[in-house]
């Protein structure tokens, strides 16, 4: 395998509390020696985002989600983090941004035996759910906007006649009945402390099958940052309840997927998975 050395520049997430002269610390670049494999590079990050205060949700083994059913893809892993702060700043400007978090690195090996790491720049999160940018939290990385065109959302909705609790709860029973995996819940408010009157519940439910994911990933193991799936319930300030989702075509799009990369014809496997996800949202949100 070969050995590259990485810069690896974990700021671009990094919050701290503002200094006495009001000035916020950031876009703080670390390096670190040579990795010679997925797992390496792994343990830094989680250790340096545990350092600097962040709280590592799950770390997702693509790999070894491919072996489970007998499938095969290089090293590939995710790790899913949340920054409290920045993440009650994101859904306060927009719930459907929560669609992106957790934050995520991706790392893997490629083709050549380098390991290589992706993010979803912030500016991606903004531009895409169309954040404003009225503080100093985000506008930090306003600046980081240009360099994205306008995206098409690429999130589907389903309204949904219960509660967010009740749609969670429908949500989990029927995704475990059909045999997907769901690695984590996340309840965007658990550390909120708003009265229950003005309380609007938000929860995110990531979940997966690697038959399902692995040959995404075998045309383009970049796509791993976006798996597991995730549906995101959430109350709108009407007070109706919403499923949101990402169009498979959409992250198909975003990763630059190939039809000479795919045995099968990917139009109708993306068809076929944006369906599952459809007809798995209208059954939860009965």
């Not at 098409?152 to 997907?180: A, P, Y």
């Not at 519940?201 to 038959?211: A, K, M, R, W």
């Not at 630059?256 to 949202?281: E, F």
Request: avoid cysteine; glycine fraction near 6%.
């Amino acid at each position: 395998m070969r050995v590259m050395l990485i810069t690896f520049w974990v700021s671009l997430f990094l919050f701290t509390t503002a200094s006495a002269h009001g000035e916020h610390q950031g876009f703080l670049s670390q390096s670190f020696e040579t990795v010679s494999t997925v797992a390496e590079g792994v343990d830094f990050i989680r250790t340096t985002l545990e350092n600097q205060g962040f709280e590592i949700i799950a770390t997702i083994d693509h790999q070894a989600g491919a072996a489970s059913v007998n499938l095969e893809l290089r090293p590939t892993q995710v790790i899913l983090f949340r920054q409290f702060r920045l993440d009650k700043t994101l859904i306060r400007r927009s719930q459907e941004a929560a669609l992106d978090l957790p934050h995520k690195y991706l790392v893997f090996e490629d083709e050549n035996g380098d390991i290589q790491f992706r993010y979803n720049p912030p500016g991606y999160i903004l531009d895409r759910h169309d954040v404003p940018v009225r503080d100093l939290l985000i506008a930090k990385f306003d600046h980081r906007l240009s360099q994205f065109g306008r995206l098409d959302n690429g999130v589907n909705l389903v309204k949904s006649s219960q509660s967010v609790e009740q749609t969670v709860e429908r949500l989990l029973v029927i995704l475990k009945e059909r045999g997907f995996r769901i690695p984590a819940v996340v309840n965007f408010l658990e550390r909120t402390h708003r009265s229950a009157r003005k309380r609007r519940d938000i929860q995110l439910i990531i979940f997966g099958n690697p038959n399902v994911g692995t040959p995404l990933m075998q045309n383009s193991q970049e796509i791993g940052i976006d798996l597991p799936q995730k549906f995101l319930v959430f109350e709108n300030r009407a007070h109706e309840v919403f499923i949101a989702f990402n169009d498979p075509r959409f992250l198909a799009k975003k990763h630059n997927l190939q039809q000479d990369q795919d045995p099968g014809n990917l139009d109708v496997r993306l068809t076929n998975i944006a369906n599952a996800l459809l007809g798995l949202a209208e059954a939860g949100a009965q």
